[in-house]
Each structure stands twice: as structure tokens, then as C-alpha cells.
């Protein structure tokens, strides 16, 4: 155990784990749990055009307040930014279920999105806390595995409970969930916080969260809700990139910033956060278009092409837990090196199966590209984590998991702009067979340059890493 941690017994470890998974099954699932009750939520209280908003709010929400709950918990300590931010998503989840019209449900998918901004980063950063090097691989490798199976069972959950129950029960069921982990994590967890004035940034926090706001949104709805050269699209982008630069400005004069630029300027830092900006890019590009690409071409039914998507959730826990093996005998930078590798291989893969789409043959690529996530991101967030002292490693943390938003914020823009291209360039309907193969290559000729950039990332990474207990 990191003597850094603070935290008791060896023997709290488990229950600790549990509520972390627990924490992080609540994150996961809501983030996709929706995909199959918007018919059911759009019949009983309209607003049909603003159900997309029901999933955007809570994704940029909870982006743009990673980087301000990782620095609070460096701050204050993991435990209250923890509770804190469950209890949030709690009352979120409530009120969802008490909402009366689509606005409303709106306003509390963004109050859900504030607490799971504090709840991701801090899981990790916990998990960093309490387990060594060696361990964490394996740790990393259980919350990715709750990851990946929230991302199948939420669809089918949402189905479930919209079709015996009420669309309500969606957000209900959260309650007692909620409850569970942070009595686990109360009774479980303790750490020891050398306790010392709070000083907040607040100008910082302010443009931190306004600008990379203006930019995803600009990012998310370009080319969807508005055009690219419009208003909305322009605005978004020019004054968000006046706030990001102001906020480097606040930043580099404050006593206390709250994201440290010096997280951007180490080259262990600078490269994983890299890597995890790849891997957001081709985890959105795969769950994205493969099964849009399957239905339309082969006329795969929705739950066999889902299933082949979430091949890749498979690969990714399995690869993730096996990795700290590899990368305490070869290092952090060759493990990565592996896991981008094997992305590029299983891109190329699905590149050259588009010609003649096979649900089998793709969903043996996703498993692929599954595992090679796996190497890739779990040996990149457990160096850049090791590379520091506990009361930096939630800062660290948090910009990671930021680059992985981001990555899969900027990767829809791209892929989208590229299907759109390639769709306007056939001539052909946009449900035509041989257009949405060819779109469907050209996003995944996307998703294969974002691995070859994420693999010289990866080899760009130091060869050693001095690890700090």
C-alpha cells in the first residue's frame, strides 16, 4: 500500500475497491443507460428536438469540471470530494425522476454531470492511492471491466425498465446505489490531510470550465445543430479560445492554479495525457459508426451490432489487468507502445473488412482494438500517477482523464465531418448499402490515424519513469 495514501488497514482495500467500482458502474451507466428509453421519456413529456441535449449536458458537464474536482482533491483530500460528488449525482438523479417536461430533465442531467465529474477522476486517483505500481494494473483493470459492462447493460437496462416500469425507475434506481457506496466508502476509507488554508482559484475554474465549454459544445453541435461557418459555431469557438487563453494567463501568475501548467510541460505528462487523447478518439470512433455501419450494410439486427461493438469492452479489462505483468518486466513506454500498436493492427483489420462487412469478422477486430486500449491506457495513467506524490496525483489524474473527453469530443467532429464528406461525394441516399460502406471506411481510416499518432505519442513517452511512493 502507498505509504503516501493514508489510508488505515490493507485489510480496507476491499470494500474500498467495491465502492469505487460501485461509484463507477453509476458513471457509466447513466452515461448510456438513456440510449433506449428517449422514445418512452419523448412520449410522456415531449420535446423531441432537445432529447440530444439529454446526452451532450451530462458528457460536457462532466468534462469541463474534471480538471476543478482533481485540484480540490489534492486540496481537501479524495474522501469529501468523493462524497461530495455522489451526493450531487444523487440529487440529480431524483429530481430526474421527478422531472415534468424535457428542460427540466435537461437541468438535472447537468446536475448528474457535476457530480460524475468529481466521481471519475477521484476513483482513480484512489485507486492510484491505495495500490502500488504492480497493483494498479489490476485495479485499473477491475474499473474498466464495470466500465465495460455498464456500457452493455445500460441500454438494456433503460429497455427494460421503459418497457415494465417507467423511464422514471432509470433514475430511481440510482438511490440505493448511491447509498451503498458512500457508506462503503465512509466507514472503509480513511486518509490522513495535512489540514491548511483553502485557497480556490476561482478566475481560473471560471475560464477553465467556460472555455473548454464553448469548445466542446462548438465541437459536439458543429455540423449537427448548427452549421460549422455559423454564428453559433464561430462564437463558440473564438471566444472559448479567448478564455483558454486567459486562463493560461491566470494560471501562470496564481499562487495555487487549478490546473498547473507544469502538467503540460513534463514529457512523461505531455505524452500519456497524448495517448489518452488517442484512445477517447478511437473509443468514440468504434462505438460511434461500427453499428450503424453493420445495420446499413448487411441489415444486422440492432442487438447483434451492439454486441459487436462491445467486443472491444471485453479486450480492453482483460488486456488492462494482464498489463502491469508486462510493463514491471519491459516499462511503461514499451507496454503502451504494445496497446497502440495492436490498435493500429485492429484498425487496419476493420479497414480491410469494410470491403466485405462480416459482423463476426468485426467484432473480432473491436476485441482487438479492445485489448489494445487496454496496454495502452492503463500503463499510461499509471505512470503519468506514479511519476508524482500524493498530493499531485489528482491533478495528474484529472488532465488525463480530461484528454480522454476530449479526445472523444474532437474524434465525433472528425468522423462526422469525414461520413458527411464521403456521403455528399457518392451521390448515392444516405441509407444507401455503398454509402454508408464508404463512410463507414473513411471513419475507420480515421480511427487508424488516430492510432498511428497515439502510437508515436506512446513511443515519444521517457524510457524510465522515476516512480514516487
Known sequence: MSAAAGVGFRSERGPVLISLMVSMALVALDATVLATAVPSIVDSLGGFSSFPWLFSVYLLAQAVTVPVYAKLSDTLGRKPVMLAGI???????????????????????????????????????????????????????????????????????????????????????????????????????????????????????????GGMSLLILAVLEGGQAWGWDSPPSIGGFTIGAACIAGFVVVERRTADPVLPLWVLSRRLLLTTTLVSLGVGAVLIGLSSYVPTFLEGSIGTVPLLAGLAVAAQSIGWPIASSFSGRVYMRHGFRSTSMLGMAVIVAGALALVIASARPNVWV????????????????????????????????????????????????????????????????????????????????????????????????????????????
Open 87 to 209: 451526493s450531487i449525482f444523487l440529487a440529480g438523479s431524483v429530481l430526474a425522476g421527478l422531472a415534468w417536461s424535457m428542460p427540466v430533465l435537461i437541468a438535472c442531467r447537468l446536475i448528474q454531470g457535476l457530480g460524475a465529474g468529481a466521481i471519475q477522476p477521484a476513483t482513480a486517483t484512489i485507486a492510484g492511492d491505495i495500490y502500488t505500481v504492480e497493483e494498479r494494473a489490476r485495479a485499473q483493470g477491475y474499473l474498466s471491466g464495470v466500465w465495460a459492462v455498464a456500457a452493455v447493460l445500460g441500454p438494456a437496462l433503460g429497455g427494460l425498465f421503459s418497457q415494465f416500469a417507467s423511464w422514471r425507475w432509470i433514475f430511481f434506481v440510482n438511490v440505493p446505489i448511491c447509498i451503498v457506496a458512500m457508506l462503503l466508502l465512509a466507514r472503509s476509507y480513511h486518509e490522513n490531510v495535512e489540514r491548511r488554508r483553502v485557497h480556490i482559484d476561482y478566475p481560473g475554474a471560471v475560464l477553465l470550465a
Open 362 to 469: 468485426v467484432a473480432c477486430c473491436c476485441l482487438l482494438i479492445g485489448a489494445g486500449l487496454g496496454f495502452a491506457s492503463t500503463p499510461a495513467i499509471v505512470a503519468a500517477q506514479s511519476s508524482v506524490g500524493w498530493g499531485q496525483r489528482g491533478v495528474v489524474t484529472g488532465s488525463n482523464m480530461l484528454a480522454r473527453a476530449i479526445g472523444s469530443s474532437v474524434g465525433v467532429a472528425i468522423f462526422g465531418a469525414v461520413a458527411n464528406s464521403i456521403v455528399a461525394s457518392t451521390g448515392l441516399g444516405p441509407t444507401d448499402p455503398a454509402t454508408i460502406i464508404a463512410s463507414a471506411r473513411g471513419v475507420f481510416l480515421a480511427v487508424l490515424a488516430c492510432g498511428i499518432l497515439g502510437l508515436a505519442a506512446a513511443a515519444a513517452m521517457p524510457r524510465s519513469v522515476a516512480v514516487v511512493p
